[in-house]
């Protein structure tokens, strides 16, 4: 990645633009698998709604860092508490242009780092089983496969995966 990317913590403000990159991520990705009602539904949900955005952006159990690339945010990636007491990437998106330029595995390392830092053992991250650029990115960072089930978006059943990843402090 060229010297022009820098990976920060999320400011309320930037909440419209994540949304974008969910949404565009959202067009891109899953189109193969999701059929466009269910991605539309979902995408206009709580989950993926500018206030939702916002909150956890200040929420201090939450951590969202993005990626700005000469002033502009590329990428986004959020991690919430989980039931479990681990923490659970919940989003974690680059714009279609920015893919394969690095983006991902810089704030990867970055939130890696930072949870790290603050005594975090495991982290889970969910992902559709027919995301398999997802899935193999995740892989080659080192993630574990640990569960394989299903999940329901608007009226599908679709494939869905869990990995886990142990922190070494």
């Not at 930072?114 to 089983?129: E, H, S, Y």
């Not at 978006?153 to 990995?163: E, N, P, R």
Request: proline share 2%.
């Amino acid at each position: 990645m060229d010297s022009g990317l820098l990976i920060r913590q999320a400011r309320v403000e930037d909440a419209g633009r994540l949304r974008e990159l969910g949404v565009a991520g959202w067009e891109t990705t899953y189109a193969g698998f999701l059929r466009p009602e269910n991605r539309r539904a979902y995408l206009n949900g709580a989950f993926w709604s500018v206030e939702r955005l916002s909150a956890i952006s200040e929420a201090r159990n939450c951590t969202t860092l993005v990626a700005e690339v000469e002033g502009r945010v590329m990428g986004f990636l959020t991690l919430e508490p989980h039931v479990s007491g681990d923490i659970e990437l919940t989003r974690f998106y680059v714009d279609p242009k920015m893919r394969g330029r690095g983006v991902g595995s810089e704030l990867w390392h970055a939130a890696l780092a930072q949870l790290t830092a603050g005594g975090t053992r495991a982290i889970l991250v969910n992902v559709f089983g027919d995301n398999r650029d997802g899935r193999r990115f995740y892989e080659r960072l080192g993630v574990a496969l640990i569960e394989e089930t299903t999940s329901v978006v608007g009226d599908q059943t679709v494939y869905d995966v869990w990995y886990r990843l142990t922190v070494d402090p």
